[in-house]
């Protein structure tokens, strides 16, 4: 099974530290030839756009095929650590919060911005980078 919609906004951090995965609208899982829906949506109810919450933590390909698969969510992952680390969201950098295709050329193009007042090991930035096979 895959969430297909891994961001902030769909984690959450408990008093103990324990991290939950929520909304699983879009999650799917795959078997040999199929791919199904989780949770069946009501007609009418599935949007196959990111809306703006997880915009920022779709990958490239999304963009090119208007296909998900289970490797999109190592990229959100690596998204998300970036969003944490940076307290901003990935690709967003120079970008005016409504302008949606700077942010979606930014993600294929793969213009990920490191900010040099923003202190990050080379550890941290080495696993972002892998997830996202940037």
Same mark, same amino acid.
């Given at each position: 099974?895959?969430?297909?919609?891994?961001?902030?906004?769909?984690?959450?951090? !408990?008093?103990?530290?324990?991290?939950?995965?929520?909304?699983?609208?879009?999650a799917?899982?795959? *078997?040999?030839?199929?791919?199904?829906?989780?949770?069946?949506?009501?007609?009418?109810?599935?949007?196959?756009?990111?809306?703006?919450?997880?915009?920022? !933590?779709?990958?490239?390909? !999304?963009?090119?095929?208007?296909?998900?698969?289970?490797?999109?969510?190592?990229?959100?992952? *690596?998204?998300?650590? !970036?969003r944490?680390?940076?307290g901003?969201?990935?690709?967003?950098? *120079?970008?005016?919060?409504?302008?949606?295709?700077?942010?979606?050329?930014?993600?294929?193009? *793969?213009?990920?911005?490191?900010?040099?007042?923003?202190?990050?090991?080379?550890?941290?930035?080495?696993?972002?980078?892998?997830?996202?096979?940037?």
């Open positions: 099974m895959y969430h297909n919609r891994i961001c902030p906004a769909n984690l959450l951090v !408990y008093s103990n530290l324990h991290l939950k995965v929520s909304n699983f609208k879009y799917k899982f795959f *078997g040999p030839n199929e791919f199904k829906n989780v949770i069946e949506s009501k007609k009418g109810d599935h949007v196959d756009f990111p809306d703006e919450n997880s915009l920022h !933590y779709i990958a490239p390909e !999304y963009f090119e095929e208007q296909k998900d698969s289970p490797a999109m969510d190592f990229w959100a992952l *690596g998204c998300t650590i !970036y944490m680390l940076t901003k969201k990935p690709f967003s950098e *120079g970008v005016d919060r409504k302008d949606i295709t700077k942010v979606i050329n930014n993600i294929r193009s *793969g213009n990920l911005f490191w900010d040099d007042n923003i202190e990050i090991s080379e550890e941290a930035k080495d696993i972002i980078e892998k997830l996202m096979m940037l």
